[in-house]
């Protein structure tokens, strides 16, 4: 190959290189302002003042800087680098109304300031978002994993041979159609799964009603499949923890000798992809040390993850209505 040849099929390749960046930096800013618009509207249908003083200078509205944190959890950066980008969004800017782009420091003031209230009245406005009729959810999945305070210093630690880490732990319930998480509960000690799944189900139950519940066996306990079926009105599948039992006590966990055969109980898989999606997009580490401020950072978490399910939801089911007509 000559090297006039060779030039143009560098100057070909770079070609379609230019294109291809071009492509994904439109689908990336396509995504941020789908994402920006969505948060809008949640933050809009809550009951939170524009302004929590009349007082207050008004120069940002509490709207926009709620809409700034999640967008802040939903690109997965910390204060100073999110704030940087930010400020060459101009789009993103447009749309907000914002004419300075705040301080890293406000937002973070703001966050702390917040009560959680208004993230829990966010999540439920996420979680109706998906549904337009009272109709039960088919199968609900339910399991606990945690997130890891992540504030101490890693060379501190190997310094003095300690690893702190703690964890918090979180449940959450999942809508195995859909995919869209419809209740959490988090603890700061380490508690037994059977004593989140109690306050779990009605919370639940009480946002979104379901025909069925799943969970493992670590929730084996004919407590929990009578708070199902007693007072939820549903069904419950949770496997024995010892299949070989010879006695098995209760009722209810005397039918769940072969429910690993129903095919309902195949869904509960769903809610460890869900974790496995909170962690590996929106980050497993927490990085406030109060106990209250890593509960809203769970809660941002969740919500940023309804609202990503929510985009692709709707934009898989635009494109195959396109493809239809």
Same mark, same amino acid.
């Not at 337009?132 to 504030?151: C, M």
């Not at 300690?162 to 999942?174: A, D, E, Y």
């Given at each position: 190959?000559?090297?006039?040849?060779?030039?143009?099929?560098?100057?070909?390749?770079?070609? !379609? @290189? %230019? +294109?291809? &960046?071009?492509?994904?930096?439109?689908?990336?800013? =396509?995504?941020? /302002?789908?994402?920006? #618009?969505?948060?809008?509207? !949640? @933050? %809009? +249908?809550? &009951?939170?003042?524009?302004?929590?003083?009349?007082? =207050?200078?008004? /120069?940002?509205?509490? #709207?926009?800087?709620?809409?700034? @944190?999640?967008?802040?959890?939903?690109?997965?950066?910390?204060?100073?680098?999110?704030?940087?980008?930010?400020?060459?969004?101009?789009?993103?800017?447009?749309?907000?109304?914002?004419?300075?782009?705040?301080?890293?420091?406000?937002?973070?003031?703001?966050?702390?300031?917040?009560?959680?209230?208004?993230?829990?009245?966010?999540?439920?406005?996420?979680?109706?978002?998906?549904?337009?009729?009272?109709?039960?959810?088919?199968?609900?999945?339910?399991?606990?994993?945690?997130?890891?305070?992540?504030?101490?210093?890693?060379?501190?630690?190997?310094?003095?041979?300690?690893?702190?880490?703690?964890?918090?732990?979180?449940?959450?319930?999942?809508?195995?159609?859909?995919?869209?998480?419809?209740?959490?509960?988090?603890?700061?000690?380490?508690?037994?799964?059977?004593?989140?799944?109690?306050?779990?189900?009605?919370?639940?139950?009480?946002?979104?009603?379901?025909?069925?519940?799943?969970?493992?066996?670590?929730?084996?306990?004919?407590?929990?499949?009578?708070?199902?079926?007693?007072?939820?009105?549903?069904?419950?599948?949770?496997?024995?923890?010892?299949?070989?039992?010879?006695?098995?006590?209760?009722?209810?966990?005397?039918?769940?000798?072969?429910?690993?055969?129903?095919?309902?109980?195949?869904?509960?898989?769903?809610?460890?992809?869900?974790?496995?999606?909170?962690?590996?997009?929106?980050?497993?580490?927490?990085?406030?040390?109060?106990?209250?401020?890593?509960?809203?950072?769970?809660?941002?978490?969740?919500?940023?993850?309804?609202?990503?399910?929510?985009?692709?939801?709707?934009?898989?089911?635009?494109?195959?209505?396109?493809?239809?007509?």
């Amino acid at each position: 190959m000559s090297t006039t040849e060779r030039s143009k099929v560098q100057c070909l390749l770079f070609l !379609i @290189v %230019k +294109s291809n &960046r071009k492509e994904t930096i439109k689908k990336l800013a =396509s995504r941020n /302002i789908r994402f920006i #618009h969505s948060a809008i509207s !949640i @933050v %809009k +249908s809550t &009951r939170l003042n524009p302004y929590s003083n009349k007082f =207050s200078k008004k /120069i940002y509205s509490q #709207h926009q800087l709620l809409v700034l @944190v999640l967008f802040k959890d939903y690109r997965n950066q910390h204060y100073r680098e999110f704030v940087e980008d930010v400020g060459d969004m101009e789009k993103i800017q447009e749309i907000l109304g914002l004419s300075i782009v705040p301080h890293f420091t406000t937002l973070q003031k703001f966050f702390t300031r917040i009560k959680s209230v208004y993230l829990r009245l966010a999540f439920k406005k996420t979680v109706n978002m998906f549904y337009t009729n009272e109709q039960p959810i088919p199968v609900t999945a339910i399991d606990s994993s945690g997130f890891t305070s992540g504030y101490c210093s890693h060379y501190f630690s190997e310094r003095t041979g300690k690893i702190r880490k703690h964890f918090l732990k979180t449940s959450i319930s999942v809508d195995t159609n859909l995919q869209v998480v419809t209740g959490f509960l988090v603890s700061k000690s380490r508690v037994h799964d059977t004593r989140h799944a109690r306050k779990l189900l009605r919370q639940c139950h009480r946002l979104r009603k379901s025909d069925c519940y799943v969970m493992d066996r670590a929730y084996d306990s004919n407590e929990i499949h009578q708070i199902i079926r007693e007072v939820l009105a549903s069904h419950s599948i949770i496997p024995l923890r010892c299949w070989n039992a010879e006695v098995i006590g209760g009722n209810y966990r005397q039918e769940m000798v072969n429910c690993s055969n129903d095919p309902r109980y195949r869904k509960r898989q769903i809610v460890e992809t869900l974790f496995s999606i909170l962690k590996r997009k929106f980050g497993s580490d927490l990085k406030a040390r109060r106990f209250l401020m890593q509960m809203k950072e769970i809660t941002n978490k969740i919500i940023v993850c309804n609202i990503h399910r929510f985009l692709q939801f709707f934009f898989v089911k635009v494109f195959y209505r396109a493809e239809i007509f």
